[in-house]
């Protein structure tokens, strides 16, 4: 790692940009013009926060707070455990320890430094963590492991033979830092007797685990509290995605990306609810008005992302749609499998409720809910089985009335690379055109955004997507 980038505190610096831009929200506008000629690199995503006003400033807000409660963990007594995003971090607040979501950290780096997690994600490999791993884990533990961030205390996750890198990942990171390490693991299966009662088995084990690091039994209550906050974001979730069939969808495409990272960060959490309720009452009247969520307007094509997004420098990606008339639907990312949620609706057994009647049957609802989240949820079994990826994936694009499909993911994912090519064989056949990215969602080395955009607009043009 060059010696320069290991002058700086990693979290510190996000905090620190996080912080700035948050600030900046609160500037008049000839402070925000000034300011904005002092970030070259983030001016593009830093104007669609300010775009976005209210629901923006919600996103940073929770930004800033989510890297102020790591730096500030220790002074405050708590631990502080690495995590990855299909874990969902409810079961970490109720247990009063702070979450290190490596995604989260890895995205906000990539999306606002012009380098971005390149130093962190090769110190990995350095010190003999594999290339071929996902980038999306390797620049925030690259920081972790060159002891450039706050020390983590234990680890979570919940991968296993969903994705063999991302699990490798806390794995490695366990043995090199000797920590100790929970993984929850999941069968092949969503909804049978024996996958039931492997994910409550499993998450028991896993709250016995988190309760021998803090040295603090589970406290009902505070569970009990999450769970209804849970229960209320799950409400506003599922009034935005009925909102989002509409034509023209009224939803702006970053929100998609406002709702995961929000959920990946805060679920269960107050901060939270209050962006859902800002965002709903924005895409509300949007639709009352019979207007867009695309700043450009006019709606000339549905895409569906079928995995996730795009995160390099800038946050390209939604600027490119947006400039074209290309709705984004969300993708596997923003999609919440409540039983509240309009998709659903008729297979019911696929999606979890919750329920605070007594202490078994709250976990039992947070070990269905972490068997829902993404990846977790439709990767763990074969492609083409009911309830995995194909099924989730055309009956979200017919619901949501896309007009195209599109994969991005890193190289790193080997258990949807191994499947694409079938799939989107399978997605074509049922009547949607699919486009399979090549790009690292987090490192422009391997396909700049240059050559992944360029590919983008040829299968837009000679697909007639947006005739
Ligand atoms: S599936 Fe891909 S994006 Fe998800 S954790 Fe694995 S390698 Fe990373």
């Given at each position: 790692m060059r010696p320069e980038t290991k002058a700086y505190h990693f979290d510190w610096m996000l905090w620190r940009s996080f912080d700035g831009a948050e600030k900046m929200m609160s500037g008049t506008p000839k402070e925000i013009e000034r300011a904005l000629e002092y970030m070259p690199h983030f001016r593009r995503g830093m104007e669609a926060f300010l775009r976005h006003g209210s629901a923006g400033r919600h996103l940073l807000t929770m930004m800033r707070a989510y890297f102020e409660n790591i730096l500030t963990a220790r002074d405050r007594g708590k631990k502080l455990v690495a995590t990855t995003f299909c874990?969902?971090?409810?079961?970490?607040?109720?247990?009063?320890?702070?979450?290190?979501?490596?995604?989260?950290?890895?995205?906000?780096?990539?999306?606002?430094?012009?380098?971005?997690?390149a130093d962190y994600l090769d110190y990995c490999v350095e010190v003999g963590f594999t290339e071929t791993s996902c980038s999306a884990q390797r620049g925030a533990l690259g920081a972790i492991l060159a002891g450039l961030a706050e020390e983590i205390d234990f680890i979570v996750c919940d991968s296993g033979g969903v994705c063999d890198t991302n699990a490798n990942a806390f794995a490695f990171a366990s043995a090199y830092l000797d920590k100790p390490f929970y993984q929850l693991n999941y069968p092949p299966t969503l909804t049978d007797e024996r996958a039931r009662t492997y994910h409550r088995q499993d998450y028991r084990a896993l709250i016995e685990f988190i309760e021998s690091q803090t040295g603090r039994p589970l406290d009902p209550d505070r569970l009990r509290r999450t769970i209804e906050e849970i229960g209320r974001q799950d409400e506003l979730l599922a009034e935005i995605e009925e909102l989002q069939r509409l034509a023209p969808n009224p939803v702006p495409g970053i929100y998609n990306m406002f709702i995961y990272s929000g959920r990946f960060m805060f679920d269960g959490q107050p901060v939270y609810t209050r962006a859902l309720e800002c965002m709903l009452d924005h895409v509300s009247e949007n639709a009352r008005l019979g207007r867009s969520g695309l700043h450009s307007g006019e709606e000339r094509a549905r895409a569906?992302?079928?995995?996730?997004?795009h995160y390099t420098t800038d946050m390209r990606l939604?600027?490119?749609?947006?400039?074209?008339?290309?709705?984004?639907?969300?993708?596997?990312?923003?999609?919440?499998?409540?039983?509240?949620?309009?998709?659903?609706?008729?297979?019911?057994?696929?999606?979890?409720?919750?329920d605070t009647t007594g202490l078994d049957e709250m976990i039992d609802a947070m070990a269905a809910l972490n068997s829902r989240m993404p990846m977790v949820r439709s990767i763990r079994g074969p492609y083409d089985a009911p309830y995995m990826w194909l099924d989730d994936t055309l009956g979200l694009a017919r619901m949501y009335r896309a007009d195209c499909i599109v994969y991005n993911g890193t190289p790193g994912c080997r258990n949807t690379w191994g499947m694409v090519r079938p799939f989107a064989r399978d997605t074509e056949k049922h009547g949607f055109p699919t486009h399979i990215m090549n790009a690292d969602a987090f490192d422009d080395r391997v396909e700049s955004w240059e050559s992944a955009s360029d590919r983008l607009e040829e299968f837009f043009n000679v697909r007639r997507l947006l005739a």
């Open positions: 874990f969902s971090p409810a079961i970490l607040y109720a247990m009063d320890v702070v979450p290190v979501c490596l995604e989260v950290l890895t995205t906000a780096a990539s999306m606002t430094w012009k380098r971005g997690a569906f992302f079928c995995y996730i997004d939604w600027d490119w749609l947006d400039d074209r008339g290309v709705s984004h639907l969300g993708g596997i990312l923003s999609r919440f499998y409540s039983d509240a949620a309009p998709f659903v609706r008729g297979i019911e057994e696929s999606a979890y409720r919750l």
